[in-house]
């Protein structure tokens, strides 16, 4: 018989969790070119085109939970995502790790 393997996952989100408090998180936002197309992507999502993207998602989320085609929690779940990608922004910059606006504006 083989060894007990349900300590695998929890020794994957330790090692996840040490390279992410470890690792520099200023590697990508030092005014390097990854950091300048990362955070051009990211105002695409936070810009005028995601939020046309949000509205058109919500408001077919809206429409399927009302005719019962989506339950309420998954169309919660997808309206708290959206919460976040809008929120990241402000989120990075109160975790203190990247602000775009101040690297390459």
Given at each position: ?105
């Amino acid at each position: 018989m083989r060894g007990d393997l349900s300590i695998i996952p929890l020794v994957f989100v330790v090692a996840l969790l040490c390279g992410v408090l470890i690792a520099e998180p200023s590697f990508a936002a030092k005014g390097s070119a990854t950091g300048h197309v990362l955070c051009t992507v990211a105002g695409w999502f936070t810009g005028n085109v995601g939020k046309g993207l949000a509205m058109v998602a919500v408001f077919s989320l809206g429409v399927a939970a009302l005719l019962g085609k989506i339950t309420w929690g998954a169309a919660t779940v997808v309206g708290a995502g959206i919460a976040v990608v809008f929120g990241g922004d402000a989120i990075l910059l109160q975790a203190g790790l990247i602000n775009c606006k101040a690297i390459f504006n």
